[in-house]
């Protein structure tokens, strides 16, 4: 009898933890690519296989001086991101993921994710990410099209992806996101519709739908400078406009000015960074945002790998948030969302109400068609969403 009491306290006690634990994200950096896209301005690199030990090496030390201060926390998402993650042997996935298991409270339910080439992982790298515990593939098509996929230095074609993807759930993946970028140099609108249709014939969970941007320090940038590239605006928004219908159509719900996904398959991860929800970056120029404060990590490889063997510190202060700044934040990534942000919310974090300290903004946002109002929650309206960073630059006071 007394040691089933026992038993049963011991379970309360658990259950008492886990009640008063708080949720943490996490996201791991791995900048290696097999080739480097012509769009991408991420910190990653090619021609860096000799340092892939060398890092991974400082990756895990990291982690495991990290953990501690964090064991009062449960890890709800973690992202493996790049970089290009399935470029290296599995078995640094594999290591760092059951290290991570081993050093934070990671709950089962946890949504772990990994971002991909088609190119760069086959069956048996895939069962290896599904036995250590990633159980969300990110796929980075971009588009359908050999020709166009050239065109911006990716390393795989039509039929890698396909291949990719068949694989992938054979494997056990039943959460896939497949990458998609709009507006490519010489891509149609005839090109985008045959991408949208071919990909969601597929029926993946989720679709992520980029305008391209074109990034100072890239290849494609280079081009537009020497006029060798222009893009079409108006081309854009009709692309975006497109996409939008068509996967309502198809069944995907859009929860973000960028993300679709069948019912209840919403990144988690991503909604921690809109939500403005604690995460913890590891690796080479990873991103945190912790107890109000936004850091970053050390960017040079050689120096990163060299202060994590020297017992030194690779974070960098960015910034610390004041009242302010966390204000704004709330709205300008809540409004990212399509359900928007509600007052109610507003009042739990900040003691006041939106309507009140954002009163002439909103009036004008309102006035102008760019957001819609319904009881206490605020959300973009369809020009809203084609004006949105001009919506967010309206809530920066400083």
Partial sequence: MNFLIGKVNQELKLL???????????YIHIPFCAQKCYYCDFLSFSSKEDKISLYFESLYKEIERCAPVHSNEQVQSIF???????????????????????????????EVSIESNPATFDKRKLLEYRKCGVNRLSVGLQCWQDKLLKEIGRIHSQKDFIKGFMEAKEAGFHNINVDLIFNLPNQTLEH?????????????????????????????????????????????????????????????????????????????????????????????????????????????MDHYIKKIRNNQSVRKIEDVLSLDHKKEEFVFLGLRKTEGIDDRDYQILFKNSI????????????????IKIDGGKIKLSKLGLDFANKVFMSFLKS
């Avoid at 008492?16 to 949720?23: L, W």
């Avoid at 290009?84 to 081993?102: A, C, F, G, H, N």
């Avoid at 309507?355 to 004008?364: A, H, P, R, T, V």
Wanted: charged share 30%.
């Fill in 192 to 300: 985008w519709k045959e991408t949208l249709e071919k990909v969601c014939n597929l029926a993946p969970n989720h679709l992520s739908c980029y305008s391209l941007k074109i990034e100072e320090g890239t290849v494609l940038y280079e081009r537009a400078q020497n006029d060798k590239l222009i893009l079409d605006d108006d081309l854009d928004r009709e692309m975006y406009h497109y996409a939008v219908e068509y996967l309502i159509k198809r069944g995907y719900t859009q929860y973000e000015i960028s993300n679709f996904s069948k019912s209840n398959m919403e990144c988690k991860h991503n909604l921690v960074y809109w939500e403005v929800k604690p995460y913890i970056g590891f690796g080479l120029g990873a991103h945190s945002y912790y107890e109000g404060i936004r850091y970053y990590n050390e960017e040079n």
């Fill in 80 to 110: 493996i991101g790049g970089g290009t993650p399935t470029v290296v042997p599995s078995d640094y996935i594999s290591r760092t993921m059951d290290l991570i298991k081993e050093k934070f409270s990671v709950l089962p339910t946890a």
């Fill in 16 to 26: 008492e933890k886990e009640d008063t634990m708080k949720d943490l994200s996490l």
């Fill in 355 to 370: 309507f009140e300290e954002y009163k002439n903004e909103l009036k004008d946002l309102y006035d102008q068609g760019m």
